[in-house]
């Protein structure tokens, strides 16, 4: 039975939390014994809102044992892993804090503010003998995970360009996103989930190129544009902009260009067009990627195996390039070359 804590309760920690009591109630054998949060109005299961639906469940905050330090609940609980879902300036030391602790850790995306913060996550993990997963949770979402396996394979042929973006409104859930010391803005925030995917389908590009603005004061990049150089040629861009108030909502999709066809996820439905005969819409399951990535953080535990592909060093690798396109962001959109 695994013994799992809880640190940050806001939007995305009440999401893990009710992934955590489904999986148990599923027959997985795992426990979320408890939570931690310096809000305790948030330990009471006040949390709040975010930018997309992730869960319709109501679960009971009394059954959970609450601490409002980090280190008083490694101490006083038999921990075998934890999820950090906390403002991103805190990923790096509360990380590090649990792993040298000998704790598992799964850490919300972005993986850190820089790449030698991910690198000293790395190295804890490592000293200790200890799973790091971060949490880029469209390395689980179902559209997606159909859209990696076409590539690998080369099921409609080979990529030859795509378009990937998100958008939504400024968030309002924690004053922190809108600090661009602490968050990165929207470049690092939200632009870094494409960002991840475009590693994660085609690897690190040779350069970037990034246009990008600043809308709200003090929030770092909240519109942003990335070219994206490989060495074959294909046509990579994405964008996004968390400045889309009103009635927009949330909106996130991608476009990716084949030899035989293409591949679009827009208004949650996935299609793929083929050059030849009629499109059709893939079957895929109907889960989120939040609840897949818990799943498989928990069930490579209980199995007493390592994270195989999802690994550390390839979200530092996406920080690597988010870093490069805010230096180029810097530069008025000049190529820099990616470390």
């Known amino acids: 039975m695994l013994r799992v804590g809880l640190i940050g309760v806001g939007f995305m920690g009440r999401t893990h939390i009710d992934n955590y009591v489904r999986l148990e109630a599923e027959g997985v054998p795992i426990k979320l014994v408890a ?30 044992h609450k601490y409002t330090s980090v280190a008083d609940m490694l101490e006083k609980e038999q921990l075998d892993c934890v999820s950090i879902t906390l403002p991103t300036y805190l990923h790096k030391e509360i990380s590090v804090q649990c792993l040298n602790h000998g704790v598992h850790v799964l850490c919300e995306k972005p993986m850190a503010l820089n790449a030698e913060e991910c690198q000293e996550m790395i190295q804890a993990a490592e000293a200790n003998g200890k799973q790091l997963l971060i949490g880029q949770c469209l390395r689980f979402w179902p559209a997606y995970v159909y859209l990696k396996q076409a590539v690998e394979e080369q099921t409609y042929g080979k990529a030859l360009s795509g378009y990937f973006y998100r958008g939504g409104a400024t968030p309002t859930w924690g004053p922190w996103l809108i600090e661009k010391d602490k968050s990165g803005g929207a470049l690092l ?106 799943k498989y953080f928990v069930e ?16 530092l690798d996406s920080i690597e390039i988010a870093v490069a396109e805010i230096a180029s962001a810097d530069s008025r959109g000049a190529w820099v070359q990616v470390k």
Not at 275 to 284: D, S, Y
């Open 35 to 64: 939570l931690c949060d310096i809000d305790e109005t948030k330990l009471s299961g006040q949390g709040a809102g975010g930018n997309i639906e992730t869960t319709g469940s109501s679960v009971d905050f009394s059954q959970f």
């Open 300 to 315: 490579t535990l209980i199995q007493g195996a390592v994270i195989p592909t999802e690994t550390a060093y390839s979200t």
């Open 189 to 294: 925030d939200m632009h870094v989930h494409d960002i991840d995917t475009i590693n994660w389908l085609f690897g690190k590009p040779e350069s970037v190129s990034c246009l990008a603005k600043n809308v709200v004061p003090g929030s770092g990049y909240d519109v942003v544009s990335t070219n994206y150089l490989y060495e074959d040629g294909k046509v990579i861009n994405a964008q996004a902009d968390w400045t889309l108030e009103g009635d927009y909502g949330f909106d996130m999709q991608f476009r990716v260009n084949f030899e035989k066809g293409n591949i679009i996820f827009q208004g949650n439905a996935l299609k793929v067009n083929l050059n030849e005969g009629g499109g059709f819409q893939p079957e895929i399951s109907a889960e989120m990627g939040y609840y897949q990535e818990i």
